[in-house]
């Protein structure tokens, strides 16, 4: 269904992998809202994914970037508001993959450099995105830039190993630069902190099968989908959270105020 939200506006979605991918669901939302996006992932995920498929579903151009490299970054924002007819109006920060997770090291046994990688592409490339956007003027007014995170940046999920320390700085990136941009422009900066999701990047994770099924249990309205996800993501977008700004939003059906749910003593 759709109420017109983001008609007119322009925008560009980072991370869509396959069908499954958050970004995805954003990005069939946000069309379907009214928007004209570009999609763009790391050219080696071009290769793999399916984002192709989406791109023509949606008549969306889709453009290889790396977002840890400031040229690629560049380039595709200046090819962006080319191909959409002007500045920008949203912008979808969903990138995750630590290498030192995806090779199974434990936490009390990190290799440093494949963690400097594992931030790089995680956090600091929010920053890196943001400085190119911010350079360029390439934000329109009242624009919202959202990045996607994890509770682990609060507290302690053994297994999310260094995720944790890079959601905790893409937070505080979204925090610092949100003052800058809305200095700038009006434009807002948030992280929206999502439930456990059966993604590529979430089934990364050791025993996340299991864990999905406890912080359902412990949510009371149930872990958060990527649809209901997609959806969140489209208020924060439009003209109706223009107010917002610097905040961590948590979007997981309840799970970061519990302390205890009886439905995890049940059978
Ligand atoms: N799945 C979950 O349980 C969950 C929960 C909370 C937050 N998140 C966050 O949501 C975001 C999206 O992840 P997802 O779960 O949809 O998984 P996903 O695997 O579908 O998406 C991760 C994306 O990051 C992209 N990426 C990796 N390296 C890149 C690079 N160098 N340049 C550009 N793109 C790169 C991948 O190609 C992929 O499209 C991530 O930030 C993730 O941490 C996921």
Redesign the pocket.
């Given at each position: 269904m759709s109420n017109n939200l983001l008609a007119g506006k322009r925008g560009i979605i980072?991370?869509?992998?396959?069908e499954?991918?958050?970004?995805w669901k954003v990005a069939e939302r946000c069309v379907e809202e009214g928007a004209m996006i570009t999609l763009t992932?790391?050219p080696v995920?071009l290769r793999m994914?399916e984002i192709q498929k989406l791109g023509k579903k949606l008549n969306a151009e889709v453009i290889p970037?790396?977002?840890?490299s400031e040229e690629d970054l560049e380039k595709l924002i200046g090819e962006s508001m080319e191909i959409l007819g002007g500045k920008l109006d949203f912008v979808l920060h969903?990138?995750?993959?630590s290498l030192n997770v995806r090779k199974k090291k434990a936490y009390t046994d990190l290799k440093y450099e494949w963690m400097q990688k594992t931030f790089d592409?995680?956090a600091i490339?929010f920053h890196k995105l943001m400085q190119q956007l911010y350079k360029q003027d390439a934000m329109n007014e009242w624009g919202s830039i959202l990045a996607?995170?994890?509770i682990a940046a609060q507290r302690s999920f053994p297994d999310y190993s260094e995720m944790a320390e890079s959601k905790a700085l893409l937070e505080s990136f979204a925090r610092s630069f949100g003052y800058h941009f809305a200095e700038k422009a009006k434009v807002r900066v948030n992280t929206i902190s999502?439930?456990?999701?059966v993604?590529?990047?979430?089934s990364g994770v050791k025993g996340f099968d299991e864990f999905f099924g406890y912080a359902d249990k412990m949510s009371p309205l149930g872990n958060a989908s990527a649809e209901a996800c997609a959806d969140y993501c489209v208020t924060m977008f439009s003209d109706l959270t223009r107010m917002v700004t610097m905040q961590n939003l948590f979007h997981d059906g309840g799970f970061s105020s519990m302390g205890m749910s009886p439905r995890l003593l049940e059978d």
């Amino acid at each position: 269904m759709s109420n017109n939200l983001l008609a007119g506006k322009r925008g560009i979605i980072f991370g869509a992998l396959d069908e499954k991918s958050i970004a995805w669901k954003v990005a069939e939302r946000c069309v379907e809202e009214g928007a004209m996006i570009t999609l763009t992932n790391a050219p080696v995920a071009l290769r793999m994914g399916e984002i192709q498929k989406l791109g023509k579903k949606l008549n969306a151009e889709v453009i290889p970037a790396d977002a840890t490299s400031e040229e690629d970054l560049e380039k595709l924002i200046g090819e962006s508001m080319e191909i959409l007819g002007g500045k920008l109006d949203f912008v979808l920060h969903a990138i995750g993959m630590s290498l030192n997770v995806r090779k199974k090291k434990a936490y009390t046994d990190l290799k440093y450099e494949w963690m400097q990688k594992t931030f790089d592409i995680s956090a600091i490339s929010f920053h890196k995105l943001m400085q190119q956007l911010y350079k360029q003027d390439a934000m329109n007014e009242w624009g919202s830039i959202l990045a996607l995170s994890y509770i682990a940046a609060q507290r302690s999920f053994p297994d999310y190993s260094e995720m944790a320390e890079s959601k905790a700085l893409l937070e505080s990136f979204a925090r610092s630069f949100g003052y800058h941009f809305a200095e700038k422009a009006k434009v807002r900066v948030n992280t929206i902190s999502q439930s456990p999701t059966v993604t590529t990047a979430g089934s990364g994770v050791k025993g996340f099968d299991e864990f999905f099924g406890y912080a359902d249990k412990m949510s009371p309205l149930g872990n958060a989908s990527a649809e209901a996800c997609a959806d969140y993501c489209v208020t924060m977008f439009s003209d109706l959270t223009r107010m917002v700004t610097m905040q961590n939003l948590f979007h997981d059906g309840g799970f970061s105020s519990m302390g205890m749910s009886p439905r995890l003593l049940e059978d």
